[in-house]
């Protein structure tokens, strides 16, 4: 790549404190004032590296102290005197799964900083932009015909979400890594609901992200979908959809940026993911301390577990579970196949979601994440019990049971993880709202008590079904996790 080429990157600076296990494990709160005062970056930090990037000709595009981040740009060249990326080449790659063919940057070598910088600055994002998330869905084909699907609204009956809650006085916060929405589409999807109350839906720009329809076939069902499942189960909350780029910075910026606004969001809804592998342990990293900062702020992190079975549509015969589900400050969400009689409001059978065909719900155990304290009680059917195990919990997600939504103006039917993270996501906004106090991190709520090989009180346990290496057993195992929700006893448990 020529040294003329511009770029902008992201520096990523320590905290000015370490977060406390109470923090991290949920248990306590801060605010947003006191966030940033006690564990963003220090002043000073964020003086010396914005006057050393100016020093040697960059421009400092935009600071964050809470976030902890300096955004900078230049040539190539000049980026090279204060981080040095090794070598940086353009490379046409294609998605194993998706087939989608994409140019971008690729770095080899090993990340270099000035020494003055060092123990300050403790990630750089920005030079390498291989995408690294795919959306988690799963689209009926009408050569399937109609089979069996549901309204969310009915889910959210079939799941017994809390009575006399809409999610009114909370924020869902919706990332989303392209596609975008139309205003009027959605008010005509939620008018045909019948909703007493319809979803405020606000969209914001995340660096060169943006709300950009691109077509059914596009990353529009993602976006409309996440929109309309967290909007007809909690109309009442006001949904702010965050936009950014595919990318590793892209990503963690957008998660960022949902996650320290002021005030913050209730719950955060992520669809999007890779095989943890496929991340570096920088990227991991630092998103996985992004999900720190939701935990101390009392923000409830939902994220799709994956479509793909224990082996995440990598063909080597070996599990990998997805990420940003494997973070333990994540609420992993895996899927079902739920097949009931909504108007009747009753269910006749419930199993682990496996198409056969190299479409089921994502679970594992994670190679990157060791097994948070709070998950040693549900033991592991499995054999492996020091690793972070999803997902926590699940949702309908089969597509020949799938969601009745409307994307671009066009009916359709559609499954996957995808829809379970803002199902859930939605959950949480009502399950506040009935407790009049913030959720943060769940599970060492969900968790606290259980026994190995036990059905969990808040859950109805799904006992039926594998997703390729692991197998549904009674207890919280890595297909369905504790299970789908009964919502009105979750409220004993958070």
């Not at 139309?182 to 660096?207: C, H, I, M, W």
């Not at 809804?269 to 095989?275: A, D, E, Q």
């Not at 101390?296 to 082996?311: E, I, M, P, R």
């Amino acid at each position: 790549m020529d040294d003329a080429q511009q770029i902008d990157v992201t520096l990523v600076l320590r905290r000015r404190e370490e977060l406390p296990k109470s923090l991290v494990e949920g248990s306590d709160t801060v605010s947003t004032e006191e966030f940033a005062e006690r564990y963003g970056a220090n002043p000073d930090d964020i003086d010396l590296v914005c006057r050393t990037a100016e020093d040697h000709g960059l421009t400092v595009l935009k600071t964050d102290p809470a976030a902890r981040k300096v955004e900078i740009a230049g040539t190539l060249g000049q980026l090279r005197t204060v981080v040095d990326p090794g070598r940086l080449t353009w490379v046409q790659s294609t998605d194993p799964v998706t087939g989608k063919s994409t140019e971008h940057r690729h770095r080899d070598g090993t990340l270099q900083i000035l020494p003055e910088w060092n123990g300050i600055v403790t990630g750089v994002f920005g030079f390498d932009d291989r995408p690294q998330a795919r959306p988690h869905l799963h689209r009926r084909d009408a050569a399937e015909g109609d089979g069996i699907s549901y309204s969310p609204v009915q889910l959210g009956e079939l799941y017994d979400f809390p009575p006399q809650t809409d999610g009114t006085g909370r924020t869902i916060a919706i990332v989303e890594l392209g596609g975008g929405f139309e205003q009027e589409n959605l008010k005509d999807y939620f008018t045909g609901l019948g909703l007493p109350t319809r979803p405020s839906v606000t969209a914001v720009s995340v660096g060169h992200g943006q709300n950009a329809p691109d077509g059914p076939q596009g990353d529009d069902g993602e976006v409309q979908l996440d929109i309309e499942v967290a909007g007809a189960l909690a109309p009442g909350a006001q949904q702010i959809v965050y936009f950014g780029g595919k990318d590793d910075r892209g990503f963690i910026d957008t998660v960022s940026a949902a996650v320290h606004a002021n005030p913050p969001p209730t719950a955060v809804s992520i669809s999007w993911g890779k095989p943890e592998e496929a991340w570096t342990p920088q990227g991991r990293r630092e998103m996985d301390e992004v999900f720190m900062d939701a935990a101390a702020l009392g923000v409830t992190v939902c994220a799709a577990a994956g479509d793909h079975g224990a082996s995440d549509g990598v063909r080597d015969g070996r599990p990998h579970p997805d990420f940003p589900a494997t973070s333990p400050h994540v609420l992993a969400c895996g899927g079902t196949r739920l097949e009931a009689d909504a108007r009747t409001r009753t269910i006749d059978s419930e199993t682990v979601w496996n198409n056969r065909d190299g479409w089921a719900s994502g679970g594992g155990y994670s190679t990157a994440f060791a097994r948070p304290s709070w998950q040693a009680s549900a033991g592991s059917p499995d054999g492996v019990t020091r690793r972070r195990g999803i997902p926590d919990v699940a949702g309908d997600a089969d597509r020949g049971t799938g969601y009745e939504v409307v994307i671009d103006g066009q009916e359709a039917v559609i499954g996957g993880t995808s829809a379970v993270a803002p199902l859930w996501a939605a959950l949480a906004a009502r399950l506040s709202e009935s407790k009049n106090r913030r959720l943060g991190l769940m599970q060492p709520q969900l968790y606290a008590g259980i026994t190995p090989g036990e059905t969990v009180v808040g859950f109805r346990d799904i006992t039926d079904g594998d997703i390729g290496t692991y197998q549904a057993a009674t207890g919280w195992d890595a297909c369905t996790g504790l299970g789908v929700p009964v919502g009105t006893e979750l409220l004993a448990r958070v």
